[in-house]
């Protein structure tokens, strides 16, 4: 079990750690810019002319702390949106590309099931998901105590953690994507489209009439401002998302085991 | 016994009909080719026999598995290998990364053997590989389990024919190792060599099932010359001489006709000319199609 699994990690190792650093050098940009910024602007007077669903959107409630910052600059920005969409990419390639390309001719005459085959392929992102969250983790952590505003380890740890869900939830919508389309493009922009959607029906439903609306966006279920500033957990919420994330391999799976591929 | 057995297999995509009412079987220990030009439905079959596609109708099984249903197509494909028409590989993957996955799926008792065979640059990423190479790292992995049943899908294309002919001598080999082997192709001297029984489809209908022996004498072989002189038609008025065409060029005369007859009549009629030039092939399996089924379809 999980041959598959390990070949495509292997195949993201790279992929991976050039994440990670990338994500992290963009964490140690925000986290050195907060002192200067903490000290010379009213950052809360600058969030209080903004709109509320902007304010909603990003998590801005206590920007003008340490907590509040990062959890909009990072954690809602990079890692609920472009960490999110980025996997949803990255999932929906991960059949689509194969279909496509016609190496799944090959992987099909081997002695595996297609549902094994789906599951496989979509665990080997989950490496990659943890080294990303691991090393962004414990670097923004480091950075906080140099600059002398530090995050409680607890909270940092939490807010990875819990964005994990998060994470192969958003993988799942690409997966799904991926099972159905025959061509990886249009599986990309499609799970592209629906995560970063979500996200924004989400965010201008909240704290409407219409907010129920956005119970079907995964972004309802992470909130890193939450975690941050207030310490608390959603731990109801990351049930949901693990269980959407499991149907979602699960269908994909079933669907996939049942097409025609040509 | 019968190892591979489709049965009236019908396959359409939308209004498209890629295969229909296909009824064939392949013997224990017997190589068949499957024969028919680009686009007559070889692929498809081939694909919907291995479970990649389910039939619109009819039934396929393998070693007795109906390939149609996963559970059962699983068991069958530990026994089977597989090699696609135009093999496809993870263009960042080394040669042997990609055969370490196959043999951890499925086996590789003789991987080392295969490779002595037909080696593919290993430690190279399969983005460098040439088509050759690429075909090669697709004879090996589907070999290299040892599988009783190997379903190739025009398998000598990019090879060069040195490693064609060593290809068609492996096959015999394996023949001769009890394997069942189905192989499509579009030429016809690629099937000669090692079938023992050939399928012509066209269109997507099985059109004759007969002996290699047979369809090859019934092909016949093209002949082209150019003789001194003005030769006239008749001299090569012999049995199994079809469409003839004759034309005086600057001093000479040039023929092209299928010949299908007596080899020693053809010699000796060749013989009483001077020849300038001589052209002796097989014929175009277009032109086979074309003379022996042509009128039966479409």
Redesign the interface.
């Known amino acids: 079990m999980l041959?598959?699994t390990a070949?495509g990690a292997?195949?993201r190792v790279k992929g991976a750690i050039a994440l990670a650093v990338a994500i992290s050098l963009f964490s140690l940009l925000y986290v050195g810019f907060f002192p200067s910024l903490a000290s010379n602007v009213d950052l809360q007077q600058y969030v209080d002319s903004l709109p509320s669903v902007f304010v909603e959107a990003f998590g801005l409630r206590a920007f003008g702390t340490i907590e509040g910052y990062l959890a909009t600059e990072l954690y809602h920005f990079a890692w609920v949106i472009l960490f999110g969409v980025y996997l949803a990419y990255s999932a929906a390639g991960l059949l689509a590309s194969d279909v496509e390309?016609?190496?799944?001719?090959?992987l099909?005459?081997?002695?595996?099931?297609?549902r094994r085959l789906v599951a496989e392929k979509y665990l080997a992102l989950a490496p990659g998901i943890l080294l990303v969250n691991v090393v962004v983790g414990a670097v923004t952590w480091a950075g906080t105590r140099v600059i002398g505003f530090p995050v409680a380890i607890s909270d940092v740890i939490a807010v990875h953690a819990l964005s994990l869900p998060y994470l192969f939830t958003c993988a799942g919508i690409g997966l799904a994507c991926s099972v159905v389309a025959s061509r990886a493009s249009i599986a990309q922009r499609a799970a592209m489209g629906l995560t970063f959607g979500l996200f924004l029906v989400e965010s201008l439903v909240t704290g409407t009439d219409y907010a129920w609306a956005g119970a079907i966006a995964p972004s309802r279920y992470y909130d890193p401002t939450a975690i941050l500033v207030d310490g608390q957990y959603d731990l109801a919420g990351a049930a949901i998302l693990t269980a959407a994330a499991v149907l979602l391999v699960a269908a994909s799976g079933y669907y996939f085991?049942r097409r025609?591929?040509? | 016994m019968a190892v591979i057995e489709i049965d009236g297999l019908t396959k359409r995509?939308g209004d498209l009909v890629a295969v229909e009412d296909l009824t064939l079987s392949v013997e224990m220990g017997e190589v068949f080719g499957f024969l028919g030009p680009n686009g007559a439905g070889k692929t498809t079959t081939l694909?919907t026999l291995?479970?990649?596609?389910?039939p619109t109708e009819g039934a396929v099984s393998v070693l007795g598995y109906d390939t149609a249903v996963?559970s059962e197509r699983?068991?069958a494909?530990?026994r089977?290998?597989?090699l696609?028409a135009?093999?496809?590989?993870?263009a960042?993957?080394t040669g042997r990364?990609i055969l370490d996955?196959?043999e951890?799926?499925?086996g590789g008792s003789r991987r080392d053997r295969m490779l002595d065979l037909f080696d593919p640059p290993l430690d190279r990423k399969v983005r460098e590989y040439s088509t050759g190479n690429v075909q090669k790292l697709?004879v090996v992995?589907a070999f290299m389990h040892d599988p009783e049943v190997v379903i190739l899908d025009e398998p000598t294309a990019g090879l060069d024919p040195l490693l064609q002919e060593r290809f068609n001598d492996f096959l015999a080999d394996e023949r001769d190792r009890g394997r069942t082997i189905l192989f499509s192709s579009h030429v016809l001297s690629e099937v000669r060599r090692v079938c023992d029984r050939v399928g012509v489809i066209r269109d997507g209908r099985l059109v004759t099932v007969e002996g290699v022996r047979d369809l090859l004498d019934r092909s016949g072989k093209l002949v082209r010359l150019r003789a001194d002189g003005d030769v006239p038609e008749r001299a090569f008025d012999l049995p199994g001489v079809t469409d003839l065409t004759r034309r005086n060029v600057d001093g000479a005369t040039d023929f092209s006709f299928t010949f299908a007859g007596d080899v020693d009549e053809l010699v000796d009629a060749l013989d009483a000319q001077s020849l300038r030039e001589l052209d002796v092939e097989e014929a175009p399996l277009e032109d086979v199609f074309l003379s022996f089924y042509g009128e039966t379809d479409a």
């Open positions: 041959e598959l070949y292997r195949r390309s016609g190496r799944i001719d090959v099909l005459s081997l002695p595996v099931p297609r085991a025609d591929v040509n | 995509y694909r291995l479970g990649f596609q389910s996963e699983l068991d494909l530990t089977v290998g597989y696609p135009n093999p496809q590989f993870d960042g993957a990364e996955l196959h951890a799926l499925k697709g992995q």
